[in-house]
């Protein structure tokens, strides 16, 4: 089961808290604390992703997207905007 963060409701000048809470996926997001009844929020992050040897570039050329800078030759990866 996934293991969502949630963080307290601010209220009255006090700093919100991150909670972590496993639950399953077609559960509906919680609105209180079970642990403190405090209002909690689902908080939406970037998730996490694996890129294993088998997920590295490709010599393909249908794999690139009209516009991707993979082979532009400007030496930065794609997506990178500094």
Request: proline share 12%; hydrophobic share 25%.
């Amino acid at each position: 089961m996934p293991t969502y963060v949630y963080e307290t409701v601010p209220g009255s000048g006090r700093p919100s808290r991150k909670i972590e809470i496993v639950q399953r996926m077609a559960d509906a997001p919680l609105t209180t604390d079970p642990a403190s009844g405090e209002p909690i929020r689902r908080v939406v992050s970037g998730g996490f992703g694996y890129l294993g040897p088998a997920d590295g570039p490709t010599s393909v050329a249908t794999a690139c997207q009209p516009g991707c800078a993979c082979h532009s030759g400007s030496g930065r990866q794609p997506g990178w905007n500094r």
